[in-house]
């Protein structure tokens, strides 16, 4: 006799791992399955998906790490701190990342035991429908589930002809195992990962050039922050080159060779000895219907979802990369609890004007709502707030003046449509203005709330203010 659950849930990311343990909160008997190993030593799956694993989690370690490298190196001396020249040992960072990587997996898998979720080894995907919901095979087994909720995730889109072999030539999951600091990087993509992959190792010592094909980087940001952000990424030393066209790449063991053109047609070059291709990410959904029954996917190789994740196969979800939507680990996270509130007969809703993006650059950059160029194309009528990160005392006194806080609201309502924040923690300060979205608050609500003096936090009660023309520190 197969097991059979309440809840089987395929993929043990973000959303699978969360809406496993929602799930189990709730008073069903669920399982999770999962095949990946990553890197486990002993080569038995991990939880905690790309995110955990190759993604944001050990990428922050490693930005961390490169950031306080560059502060040593470069800030110690204004500071009045006198030291010898630092120098990075990788070995030792890349192990601390690991470390910290395995710590958090291994506690999902402890969460798990806490919340009586059952772990199941193995690729799971669809046999076929059975009396009380569905067979889904899992490695070498076939189990039962009256829901079930696919969570798959996705992986890094490559480019046709350009061979990753994650040495020479990575992808995110090699750019963070590069051995030692390379002399000259080159990054294709100047989106999310390209920009913090490139932050890492042009921190600590390479020279480092990024290739975008489109007009701009960042095009999802309001242009305001892109443009402060470009300022600051070019004092930095980032090379960013926009419009470029790859013709071919040559890689040797030593290094690559990239053929390109510009925006105008004319000829480029570049050399280097490692190579970072960021070019987005695809849905994995492969072998889900290998039994053809009939998972509807968009062109894109996305489950298609009503609303609440429901797909087209009655009692079956779809969460987090695989289905429509930001390619989020807490839009995720969201997903993930919205699908079992909503089995339990719950309500549950998403929303995805409300779900922050988060580069951890320096400086950082953050947003939420809309955008100053969508407003406009909405033909919708608005006031601007920006209130500068140079004018308050707490980024004098860290040395963290770049940036600036920018609020976008409703000019008939006060109603806050967008914030944008580039500058110092502007991945925790954003949360402020998710709540302030969440709930439909207006410039007027965040104005009149009493902020910590000397906090940044002040810098986005100053850009409140601005919206009605009575800022007070600028």
Not at 169 to 184: E, M, Q, S, Y
Request: proline share 4%.
């Amino acid at each position: 006799m197969p097991k059979k659950y309440d809840v089987l849930v395929i993929g043990g990311g973000p959303a699978g791992y969360v809406a496993a343990i929602r799930a189990a909160q709730l008073g069903f008997t669920v399982a999770c399955c999962e095949s990946n190993p990553y890197a486990d030593p002993k080569g038995k799956p991990r939880l905690g998906g790309t995110c955990l694993n190759v993604g944001c989690i050990p990428s922050k370690a490693l930005l961390h790490t490169s950031r306080l490298f560059e502060e040593a190196r470069d800030g110690f001396a204004a500071q009045g701190i006198a030291i010898n020249k630092p120098k990075i040992d990788v070995p030792t960072m890349i192990a601390r990342k690991n470390a910290v990587v395995a710590r958090l997996t291994q506690g999902i898998a402890l969460l798990f035991k806490k919340n009586g979720v059952a772990l199941l080894e193995g690729r799971g995907y669809f046999v076929g429908p059975c009396e009380n919901g569905w067979r889904v095979k899992v490695g070498e087994e076939t189990v039962e589930a009256a829901r079930v909720i696919v969570a798959t995730g996705s992986r890094a889109r490559h480019l046709p002809d350009i061979p990753v072999d994650n040495r020479i030539v990575c992808d995110n999951v090699g750019a963070l195992d590069i051995a030692t600091v390379p002399k000259k990087l080159l990054v294709v993509g100047a989106g999310v990962i390209g920009l913090e992959m490139g932050s890492i190792w042009r921190r600590l010592g390479s020279e480092l050039t990024i290739l975008e094909a489109l007009p701009d980087f960042l095009p999802q940001a309001d242009a305001d922050i892109v443009r402060e952000a470009a300022r600051a990424f070019s004092r930095q030393g980032f090379d960013i080159r926009l419009g470029v066209t790859l013709n071919k790449v040559e890689v040797t063991k030593k290094g690559v060779a990239v053929h390109c053109t510009d925006k105008s047609g004319a000829a480029l070059e570049f050399a280097a000895d490692r190579m970072i291709v960021s070019v987005g990410r695809v849905p994995n959904t492969e072998g889900l219907n290998a039994e053809g029954v009939g998972l509807a996917l968009d062109a894109q190789g996305r489950v298609e979802t009503d609303a609440h994740c429901r797909t087209n196969l009655p009692g079956v979800w779809a969460i987090g990369d695989v289905v429509s939507g930001p390619m989020l680990a807490h839009k995720a996270m969201e997903e993930a609890c919205m699908v079992a509130e909503v089995m339990a007969g719950q309500s549950g809703s998403r929303r995805f004007d409300a779900i922050p993006w988060v580069l951890y650059t320096s400086p950082e950059i953050a947003w939420v709502g809309k955008t100053e160029q969508q407003l406009k194309a909405d033909g919708v009528a608005y006031k601007t707030g920006k209130a500068p990160f140079m004018a308050n005392g707490r980024a004098l006194g860290a040395s963290e003046t770049a940036g600036f806080v920018k609020m976008l609201v409703d000019a008939q309502t006060d109603r806050i449509l967008g914030v944008h924040i580039v500058g110092a923690n502007a991945s925790e300060l954003i949360s402020e203005a998710v709540v302030a979205i969440e709930f439909s608050a207006a410039s007027e609500d965040i104005a009149r709330i009493c902020h910590a003096h000397p906090t940044l936090s002040e810098v986005l009660h100053e850009a409140a203010l601005a919206c009605d023309g009575r800022a007070i520190h600028f």
